[in-house]
């Protein structure tokens, strides 16, 4: 019995030193490439609405008149975020394109320092030695590092979850006053995290629940009313357009939604992405010996989203509220695998969820997500070497960790009380 317990601790200590030398490893050879691309289309979007010019889509004459006279890169990827992030990032574009990339890799450093702090907390550990040696595991992490270097903005809605957090925890703190303008701003970054309101601890705080949204409403109506025609055309035109498009087009290879990841693997399709070079292009034919219709794969998804919607809402009626903020990871894990285009990057929310379970007696199930997502970082590299018979289906690798974390989260670990932090 004895030998049996050593053989699992070091079968996971090895899982997890394999994981992390993915992690480190991925990100070491990724170093030299702070690209800043994403970056680009928010300091773009900002200057559009400055200029009471529309980002959607950008207009090539604006792009060609900021890349003379502000620096800004030749090629800008689109700009995905609702008006209201545009305007909130207006401030930075005082600063032409590489300065002001500079100040907002600084914030983004210096957010992602406060969240790792608050993660090794939520993990149990207070000593300031741990916090600091543990750094460079947070930074490293996949998803984070892609934050970093593409200037995502998923690292300010992971601060934003991690207070929302606090805030249930521990009701008699200030964290109110931080978490509601942090989730204005996460919705105007993504839209999704609106859905976080509906966690069951919030709905029994009416004062929050009122004012939250009432705040959120009023910010987008201040920029539907200074910015009409910004406003009217993401809306009516851009979100409608996306949407068609994504039926369309089908899921990308990085794609991480449940329903994105069945439609890839449904039927027989062809990917292009990048390589290990961001501008080198590859291309690979997926041909299951199966196929499936779309109707039948939207059918297939919407049954799996139901039902994991409902064994969400059965945990947390079996919880009893002893772990409010437990309940609220578990919704953000849910919203990662309900929404399309869910990429990479933005599986940095799942986070919070690991540091919790692996405080709460949970370690061997936060590894196995620690360690799926270092597999999902290498999505490209399978992609490339691997026939596509294995690559496409490796591709849900981050889909496979967020639902490692779910099941793991909403079966038993929210009716336990939590331990003293150490």
Not at 20 to 30: E, I, Q
Not at 268 to 279: M, T
Not at 328 to 350: D, E, G, K, V, W
Request: charged residues 15%.
């Amino acid at each position: 019995m004895k030998e049996a317990k050593q053989l699992r601790k070091a079968f996971w200590a090895f899982v997890l030193f394999s994981a992390a030398a993915v992690h480190f490893g991925t990100a070491a050879a990724r170093i030299g490439n702070f690209n800043s691309m994403d970056f680009s289309s928010y300091y773009a979007a900002a200057s559009s609405v400055l200029l009471d010019i529309s980002p959607y889509p950008f207009s090539p004459e604006l792009l060609a008149s900021l890349s003379e006279t502000r620096d800004l890169p030749a090629q800008v990827p689109r700009f995905n975020s609702a008006p209201l992030w545009a305007w909130l990032l207006q401030p930075l574009t005082v600063l032409p394109f590489p300065y002001a990339a500079v100040l907002w890799l600084f914030i983004l450093a210096l957010t992602a320092i406060c969240c790792h702090v608050l993660l090794v907390k939520i993990a149990g550990y207070r000593d300031w030695k741990i916090i600091a040696a543990a750094l460079p595991v947070t930074i490293t992490f996949g998803p984070m590092f892609l934050n970093l270097t593409l200037g995502q903005n998923a690292v300010v809605i992971l601060l934003c979850a991690l207070i929302m957090g606090e805030a249930l925890r521990n009701p008699s703190s200030h964290s109110e006053a931080l978490w509601i303008p942090l989730w204005i701003a996460s919705v105007a970054a993504k839209i999704f995290p609106v859905l976080w309101l509906g966690c069951p601890p919030f709905l029994k705080r009416p004062r929050a629940l009122v004012i939250a949204p009432v705040i959120c409403f009023a910010a987008f109506l201040a920029i539907a009313w200074l910015k009409p025609e910004v406003n009217d055309s993401y809306w009516r035109r851009y979100l409608i357009d996306r949407a068609q498009h994504y039926g369309r087009r089908g899921a990308g290879i990085d794609d991480q939604a449940l329903g994105s990841y069945l439609g890839r693997i449904a039927k027989s399709r062809s990917f292009e992405f990048s390589g290990l070079d961001v501008h080198e292009k590859h291309r690979i034919v997926w041909n299951p010996p199966w196929s499936f219709s779309d109707k039948s794969v939207r059918l297939a998804s919407a049954a799996a989203v139901i039902l994991l919607g409902i064994w969400l809402l059965y945990s947390w009626i079996r919880s009893r509220n002893r772990n409010p903020e437990a309940e609220l990871y578990s919704l953000i894990l849910f919203t990662l695998l309900l929404f399309p285009n869910m990429q990479r990057y933005n599986h940095l929310l799942a986070l919070p969820a690991m540091a919790w379970l692996w405080g709460r007696g949970g370690r061997e199930l936060a590894i196995a997500a620690y360690a799926l997502f270092a597999l999902s970082r290498l999505n490209h590299v399978w992609a490339i070497y691997l026939p596509s018979s294995l690559s496409v289906p490796a591709s849900g690798f981050g889909l496979f960790a967020v639902l490692t974390l779910f099941i793991g989260i909403t079966s038993g670990f929210l009716t336990r009380i939590p331990h003293e932090d150490s």
